[in-house]
C-alpha cells in the first residue's frame, strides 16, 4: 500500500507541475507575448508566433478542463475550453471558439516543459 500511496502524491505533484506550465502558457497567450510562450515552449518557433499575435488586439484563453497522462518524465494533457480573440483587422469585435489541446511535455531539471501543442477547433 505504500508504494501505491507515494506514486498517488507523486501523480498530484506532477499534476500540478504541469498545471503551472499550462498557465505559464495562457499567460503567454493572453499577453500576446512570444517570448514568454518560448520559456515554457522551447521548441516553438517565436518569430512565427510573434507575426500571429501581432494580428491580434487581444485574446483569452479558458481551459475548462484538463485530464493528464504522466509517464515517468513524459505527460500529455488533453485540455477543453475556449479562445476569445480581437483581431487588429476586419472589425465585428471579439470572436469566441470552442477548441481543444493537445499537449506534449517533457520534464526538464527547472520544470515541464511543452514539446508539442495540437489546437482543434470545435464547431
Same mark, same amino acid.
Given at each position: 500500500?505504500? #508504494?501505491?500511496?507515494? $506514486?498517488?502524491?507523486?501523480? !498530484?505533484?506532477?499534476? *500540478?507541475?504541469?498545471? %503551472?506550465? =499550462?498557465?505559464?502558457?495562457?499567460?503567454?497567450?493572453?499577453?500576446?507575448?512570444?517570448?514568454?510562450?518560448?520559456?515554457?515552449? #522551447?521548441?516553438?518557433? $517565436?518569430?512565427?508566433?510573434? !507575426?500571429?499575435?501581432? *494580428?491580434?488586439?487581444? %485574446?483569452? =484563453?479558458?481551459?475548462?478542463?484538463?485530464?493528464?497522462?504522466?509517464?515517468?518524465?513524459?505527460?500529455?494533457?488533453?485540455?477543453?475550453?475556449?479562445?476569445?480573440?480581437?483581431?487588429?483587422?476586419?472589425?465585428?469585435?471579439?470572436?469566441?471558439?470552442?477548441?481543444?489541446?493537445?499537449?506534449?511535455?517533457?520534464?526538464?531539471?527547472?520544470?515541464?516543459?511543452?514539446?508539442?501543442?495540437?489546437?482543434?477547433?470545435?464547431?
Amino acid at each position: 500500500p505504500q #508504494p501505491q500511496a507515494f $506514486a498517488t502524491v507523486a501523480t !498530484r505533484s506532477e499534476q *500540478s507541475e504541469i498545471q %503551472q506550465t =499550462l498557465w505559464q502558457y495562457r499567460t503567454a497567450y493572453q499577453r500576446l507575448d512570444a517570448q514568454a510562450a518560448r520559456t515554457v515552449w #522551447p521548441s516553438v518557433d $517565436a518569430r512565427a508566433l510573434g !507575426r500571429a499575435f501581432s *494580428s491580434l488586439t487581444s %485574446q483569452q =484563453l479558458a481551459f475548462d478542463s484538463c485530464v493528464f497522462d504522466i509517464t515517468g518524465n513524459n505527460a500529455t494533457a488533453h485540455c477543453t475550453g475556449s479562445a476569445t480573440y480581437t483581431p487588429k483587422v476586419g472589425g465585428g469585435g471579439p470572436r469566441s471558439e470552442l477548441r481543444q489541446w493537445t499537449f506534449r511535455l517533457q520534464k526538464a531539471p527547472d520544470g515541464w516543459k511543452i514539446q508539442s501543442a495540437q489546437i482543434r477547433r470545435d464547431n
